[in-house]
């Protein structure tokens, strides 16, 4: 079984954005975590990152169909991109976005995301735990 | 250490209501999950159920204060209740608010919580198993 | 056969709140009109008026089951409980909704009601009447 | 007495329109129900429809003067008709306005009714027993 | 010189409806005074009023075009009917839109008129002497 | 096979409205190019106009049952006509909403169209050749 | 009979403003065609123009007491100067709102006007002419 | 004469709650210089707090009609307890709505008081004096 | 110790106001009032009234600075008058902003004060009270 | 001749995605479908797919200028993406929006497309023959 | 060459007001900065300040047509002064509006200026040096 | 010193765009223009412009870090591109946002900046000196 786990724009940059927001891990720090997890759990996961609403869509439109579940931070996509969103309504694997801050906590423009109504499911504000929690919902699950 | 659990109106229905919204759990199997869990985890969970939102409020003010975190499906409630949210927000324990649905993915009405402003973070559309993470994240949080 | 004739906050003092809005009777009276007119129909009804949400939450979970339908006047809790409406909507009997002023023709925030989004049908402006209506409608279509 | 029994746009088609929400009974049959109940009432009922808005306006205010009461389903016109509206409200007889749906559970725009602002009550969602039950009120009310 | 007086929905029940209003005087009395004036001044008026959006659209297309302006009192079409301001735009001789009360003071549905945005001018709540003001401009400024 | 070609309020005065918007043909000289397609393609065209938002409703109530698809401009009736919708809606032969001018790069009120709601498909601001285009997809997909 | 005439911010500048909205008379040469129908009236009247909403608010508390009534342009404090429109209300005399320009074919923001609330009438569009029209109607109805 | 002193959800935790916004005085400590200052001036006053929006409905329907006036702090029910407003709009004594901190300067949704709409007046952001001034003036305007 | 009395537009017509919302009062009754209150604290209060948002922030900006605290009256700017909220935000003493009137009991606009959202306190619908109560608040408060 | 027939994201997918929505037919025999019907109109077709709004837009600026027109299906960035719509306002020659689904008669936000905004026209809800309408009407405007 | 310098309300306290928002300079440390610049560019700089409304468009009126341009700061103004910007608009010189703060970053109703929608262009958050360019802005391009 | 120069979509084709809103400079050319100045004030400028969204972030998180501020003109990315926004506010560099013409006296969309609410200042309306300032300000403000 295989986990996609996609971070859209500026998830790159973990650990340097403001730390009361983020946490102090760097993103390959947080996938190693997941890594981790995974391992324990006896599947595969395998990362994307990119700043690219297209790349983003590419990805998804090419690796999800061949995998078990996808886990994705979209990051500020998720506020506005109904291009993702249509990709992700449109896979036939289950969803979970995750967010590491609580985005219901923050600016309002970050409390309504267009991706999660599409999606399975969401968990925001449990930091790096959150890619976690979300896997062991989706292997738990996977038939 | 101690957590509470606590459902607000109309989850003492579950299993009867739209079991493809809601699950076939009812809520003493959802409650009994949750137990199992704290008991590998080496943790108290104490379960709490009411319809009335002073009976809510009245609890979370006696009992959260003597726990090291609150883990609360406000119901409906998350979307109107200032009175539940100003008692969350006066907690000193963290608070994780779980939906069993996609909130975002359902009427508009239930897009915007009002309660989960002041939460630690949230998770909805993962059914029981939300339950299950929240507390693992508070268990793992906990000093 | 059993209705339920439910009334919510307020509608206890019916005879001393404006008349010209909620006419002269008090709310016994009103409910010994709906009595005789079940009396003359060969059916049962039950009275119960709370002011509390979670009252009224509870009245409903429990005694609805077993009733062949629910006349309900949330009063202003139409106009924003939701927790309400989440009950209702699980209900399996139908449900009218009755209010004795015509709630068109108020301040703006009584134009919409929640809970009549999840009712068979709503009856408003025709005094204790409504009652007595909706009582008929609930006989003659019970099956 | 005399009461005026008028159907809006689309209400000719009836039994043909969508029979989940408007029923299967056609105009006609429709009116004879009601004509019976104004039978055993000892009144008189006049029936009219029309799809013009125009001539609705023409009907009620050559006909309504000399009635006692008016019942009426002004269909879509409901949501935007402010010259019906204000015909209805230059009425010196009162108005009962029914919808054969339930206007609250449907598309957006239906929620609100422009002309039940200025009626005495409104029935929705009950079928052709609200044209009925609209008639019982106006009779026992009319002086 | 000729000039249109076109007068919509509910005005031919002028003297009838709330006289704090629309005064006392009735269509055909309102159309004298306006005739008087029009002799004074030397040029023709041309009566007309009607319920139907239809008919005023019609009347207007037909004889506006050999006229030298239109006065026009869209009663509550003013508030939504985009058909006539269509008309309206549409025309190449002056209008100049009358309403008997001032629609600012009243309900707040009244206050905008999509028909005036297409007018060269308004007068609003100077009763009858706003179609005499209107006449007399419209002659000032006929060429 | 025959289709009607329903043109609604201000269209019969095409050729005279703004030409930089609806172009310089007139609607019988519109009609005429449709008629010559229809004939090419072998089947029936049924045209008609009217200002009056009853007549369409007529109209369509009338003789759309009897024919293989409508191709309707409702013109300003589009914006607000919820009685000409539930009209289409109604009819179980498929709609094409057709408008000369781009509704999309005009005032912000004509961007909404509420007729369109219940087409099959919109075609705007391709002038005559809207008509036949829709001509031309309702025979294609005519069973 | 004394009547006074008011103008607001930038009316001092008449005939330099957009001359295609506002014309090209002076301030002085509209006072002067308003003085010689006062005149004709038997009437007097008193012009003030000042920028400045304070000045414009002493100036109706101080003189409008002992005038017949007010016609005022309140230029761009129409739009929001609720202070003004306190003042007017607050007036035994009655006010007619002058607007050069049809504010309602103009930006979004010119079509409400706070002060129109509070007047007896508005008159907008018909330049100069519009304050001899506001005047004689005062004139007419002045006891 | 008496007076009530009625505290809604949360004031319980006075002195604990975000001492910046509500001061450090607990409840009791507060409610004994409202009680300082009745004996004063002479006068009862009875306490009374509550989590529960039916609770504070049934004591107000109960207490309030035999005192001389009500100084109630709905806390957060102030801005959506309509339930409450209902009550307070009931009842024939005046009502001061009181506000430890300034709900004008917080999040936007503390910013109208549902409540506030039927109270005779409100003082906000006065810390405990607020309810000290509440209690004189009702005193002193009390027949 | 000295304070400021400061009010705002039309407040200099107090008693001919609409005493039903204002009371019979004169300003300089009212200010007889709090001068007396004054005297009994063994405090300076300096009064002031203008029209003019202008004359209004150039006093509180020339005599605050050697107040102890500024008790204001902003009438109608309280609603739009984002200058002096300016002004008022960047004093260094207290500021409690008092009205006369229940203005959340009044027309909508007059439910939001942009003033209040800097000043220390609001209190409003006690009438001269309000003023009274301020200064005490503001004495006892003061270092 | 050439044209430019544009699909934007998630349109590679056709024949996969929702067929009740967007038919079976997949990206290239959609596209053969428009080569087919440009080889009978003589004319020469270029397609471009890709999910990325910047690749768009590229394609666009470098290869539109040398075309006769432009047939886009903008997907889902027809409801956000203003930069695509500068580059289309920015095109010399004349583009037609085409959506295979009627956005008119799905979710809210596809109601609004900014890009229509400066189309020349729109064509919505009838499948692949919405592109060889646009490219038979761009052949005949073409000069 | 001579360029006027405008500052509204509140800003003869700079270096009083929040440093981290206006800085530590007052308004003649600022205008000498801009005297400074005005003088290596050979060209007149004359300033004014007011809190008053009238008096900018007084002196606006009176002093900008004699000026090559006008570099304006109108404070709070900006948001909502019409009065202001109709002054602003009528000018015949270029006008460039300068914020010392960005007002895009603090209360949302410093976001939209009014009187910016009729400047030649605007600086805002650039402080002191916000005046400098716009001054050399319109030296540069006066003609 | 270095300082980053970055535009977004469609200004590669400055003076082939609309030239009354951004002039007759090509991009090259405005470039050449800010390098002129910065070799007068002796600091390096790196230019970069991109029609994609994830470019420009690509860009700003790779090179800005080593920069001492960064110009950056959004084009149409400034009114949505919450990625965009993010970026920036992550920034440690001070960001000002330029725009050639004045975007808030063009279509309302324009009027929102989401990427000015995290920049330092903005400049509109100036054309290339926008550019030229912007790099005047950074350079005196770098330390």
Redesign the interface.
């Known amino acids: 079984m295989t986990f996609l786990v996609v971070n ?3 998830l ?2 973990l650990g ?3 730390p009361r927001l983020y946490g102090t891990l760097t993103l390959s720090e947080l996938e190693a975590r997941v890594q981790d997890r995974a391992r324990d759990l006896g599947v595969e996961v395998e990362f994307f990152q ?6 983003l ?2 990805h998804l ?1 090419r690796e999800a169909p061949r995998s078990q579940g996808v886990i994705i931070n979209p ?3 998720s ?5 993702l ?3 992700l309504e ?1 896979l036939k694997v289950p969803v ?1 976005e995750v967010h590491l801050s ?1 985005i ?2 923050r600016e309002p ?1 970050r ?4 991706t ?11 930091g790096w ?2 890619y976690v ?1 979300a896997l ?2 989706l292997v ?1 699950n996977a038939t």
């Open positions: 859209g724009p500026n790159n940059l340097q954005r403001d990119s700043n690219s609403e297209g790349a869509i590419d439109q990051g500020a996509y506020h506005y991109s109904l291009a969103r249509d990709t449109n979970v609580n219901h906590a423009f409390r309504h995301s267009v999660a109504e599409v999606a399975k499911g969401t968990i925001a504000g449990l735990y959150g929690a062991e919902y738990a």
